[in-house]
């Protein structure tokens, strides 16, 4: 069993920038790939960004290549999403998710087996 607590989110203004952490519970944290999504009111959680369990390799979401970045701390049990130059369409309450250990790094929600209760990013314009 994993558990994962987000934080860091908060309100900003376009442009401006935030990092979330994410602490993880567990022993076997570091064998986990872990990802970053994302949940706007009305609309379904997507895909912001994973990273693979040894930090070798990491993916985005075409919407924040570039912008933001995933890096973890196994020694720390932590994940953290960095996010720079922020737009309104970035509000969204963000979850971190763990994937159980599956061969790869997934971009998708079905598999993910952990998942952290979220927090809120709100980007004003």
């Known amino acids: 069993q994993v558990q994962l607590v987000e934080s860091g989110g908060g309100l900003v203004q376009a442009g401006g920038s935030l990092r979330l952490s994410c602490a993880a519970s567990g022993r076997t944290f570091n064998t986990y790939a872990m990802g970053w999504f994302r949940q706007a009111p009305g609309k379904e959680r997507e895909f912001v960004a994973a990273i693979a369990w040894s930090g070798g390799s990491a993916y985005y979401a075409d919407s924040v290549k570039g912008r933001f970045t995933i890096s973890r701390d196994n020694a720390k049990n932590t994940v953290y999403l960095q996010m720079n130059s922020l737009k309104p369409e970035d509000t969204a309450v963000y979850y971190c998710?763990?994937?159980?250990?599956?061969?790869?790094?997934?971009?998708?929600?079905?598999?993910?087996?952990?998942w952290g209760q979220g927090t809120q990013v709100t980007v004003s314009s």
């Open positions: 998710a763990a994937d159980g250990g599956r061969v790869g790094v997934g971009v998708r929600v079905y598999e993910y087996d952990y």
